[in-house]
């Protein structure tokens, strides 16, 4: 975690912490790092649909200019579309503006490298150095070398043609409800559910600038859950603002999170042959009862801190095919280098259609267990999470849940918070078990109070 980037990019209010010099600087700091001599700097830039988009775009463009690269337009786009075509068409790196799930007056800006990957931390330290500088002493482009603007939004439509192909089935006679959360997936999703037979319902994908999750989307699920059982549909998928992550909604109206979506198609694959290590990668925020299930399935798993960033970083290390987050970001390794909510969608119409099952019944096994997050505020993160009392009261909880449940402590990565979840039995004793907790925190007099 740096001054200004976190796990997904640099984020915050636009104008506020996150400025167009913030933009143009990052630009700058780019062009001049991939220059090389004789040959041009090339850039692709994709956004979402919130207002502040055009202004970080133009100064991402102006900065990538000002230092003789190229910069490619993709124009509204997924987060997961330029992750492709920066690998696909040769670039040497590609930039997001999105501040994914987050209100429209968020924004943030996404770095990934020329294979689609999230940019390493060695490059990210280094413009966080030059955004600090006093003064800018990059050598500016003179003449013919400064860098031009180029629309490029057919590479967003060679990406829709690889998400087509990737289906191995028509989806004529389903019903599909797709909810845009007015953001990224508008400008895409319908198309290629169109393009491959289904009957599509759309709902969230007229965005204006300022509606962009805006009580729609994966964050507001509810949205769709009513959407789908209004409309009789077969099947839901909601996306985030950059659609890098998506949930479902089965025939019933009920919420398939991305720990359920891991375990179906974990499960498909599995029988196939197709799981490679037999194991799935997951954070350590998936719910106990996704694990309980994959024992019973004989599908090994392992954990990371939360991030996909993290969860690709272990796939890549150790050679796994499916990875992600109880939050709806999935990577399938062999398809993507990041999650992609439409992909996602996609491969579990492919387990719909293959299984002849409604996917109330494919969820079906996996039992989730109550689960309670509550944050507190502290002086010191270090210090809070490493008092011996508090430490002590995290094994009594954890020696009296045994194997029926689970408590997790961590920090937050953006926040001066500590972060206490519990999964347990009943809703009950997730409550008493956090709050026993946070009183020892408060005794301790770690809690930073807010005036």
Do not use: W
């Not at 492709?84 to 987050?102: L, Q, R, V």
Request: with cysteine; aromatic share 8%; net charge negative.
């Amino acid at each position: 975690m740096g001054k200004y980037f976190g796990t997904d990019g640099f984020r915050g209010e636009a104008n506020v912490s996150l400025r167009a010099e913030h933009a143009y600087r990052i630009g700058r700091y780019l062009g001049a790092c991939y220059h090389k001599t004789g040959e041009r700097c090339r850039v692709v830039i994709g956004k979402d649909t919130r207002r502040s988009c055009d202004m970080l775009e133009s100064a991402l463009a102006s900065g990538l200019n000002a230092s003789g690269a190229d910069a490619y337009m993709l124009r509204v786009t997924t987060t997961p579309s330029v992750s492709y075509i920066a690998h696909t068409d040769g670039f040497d790196c590609g930039i997001m503006i999105s501040a994914s799930h987050n209100p429209y007056y968020d924004n943030g800006i996404k770095l990934l490298n020329s294979r689609g990957e999230k940019m390493d931390e060695e490059t990210i330290q280094k413009i966080e150095a030059y955004l600090d500088e006093p003064v800018d002493t990059l050598p500016l482009a003179q003449r013919a070398e400064v860098g031009r603007v180029v629309e490029y939004e057919a590479g967003r439509n060679r990406y829709m043609g690889y998400l087509i192909a990737q289906a191995i089935y028509s989806f004529r006679g389903m019903r599909v409800g797709l909810d845009c959360a007015n953001g990224s997936a508008s400008s895409i999703a319908r198309s290629v559910f169109d393009a491959l037979g289904a009957t599509t319902y759309v709902m969230a994908d007229q965005p204006d600038g300022v509606n962009i999750n805006d009580g729609v989307g994966s964050t507001h699920i509810k949205a769709l859950q009513s959407f789908v059982v209004e409309h009789k549909l077969d099947v839901g998928f909601a996306y985030d603002g950059d659609a890098d992550r998506c949930l479902c909604v089965d025939e019933k109206g009920n919420v398939v999170n991305g720990d359920l979506i891991m375990y179906i198609y974990a499960k498909y694959m599995k029988e196939r042959g197709k799981l490679l290590t037999n194991t799935v990668v997951t954070t350590v925020m998936s719910n106990f009862g996704l694990y309980k299930a994959f024992d019973a399935a004989g599908i090994d798993y392992a954990k990371t801190d939360v991030g996909d960033k993290y969860v690709y970083e272990y796939m890549t290390q150790h050679g796994n095919r499916l990875g992600g987050e109880q939050s709806g970001h999935i990577i399938f390794s062999k398809y993507a280098t990041t999650g992609d909510g439409i992909l996602t969608s996609l491969k579990m119409m492919q387990v719909l259609l293959a299984k002849k099952m409604p996917l109330s019944e494919l969820a079906q096994p996996v039992r989730i267990y109550p689960q309670v997050l509550k944050n507190i505020r502290v002086r010191s993160k270090p210090e809070a999470q490493n008092d011996p009392a508090v430490q002590a009261a995290v094994q009594k909880v954890a020696d009296r849940l045994g194997d029926s449940g689970r408590i997790l402590v961590r920090e937050s990565g953006t926040e001066p918070l500590i972060r206490v979840m519990v999964e347990a039995e009943t809703q009950e004793e997730c409550e008493r078990y956090v709050d026993s907790v946070l009183e020892v925190i408060r005794a301790q007099g770690h809690e930073a109070k807010t005036e």
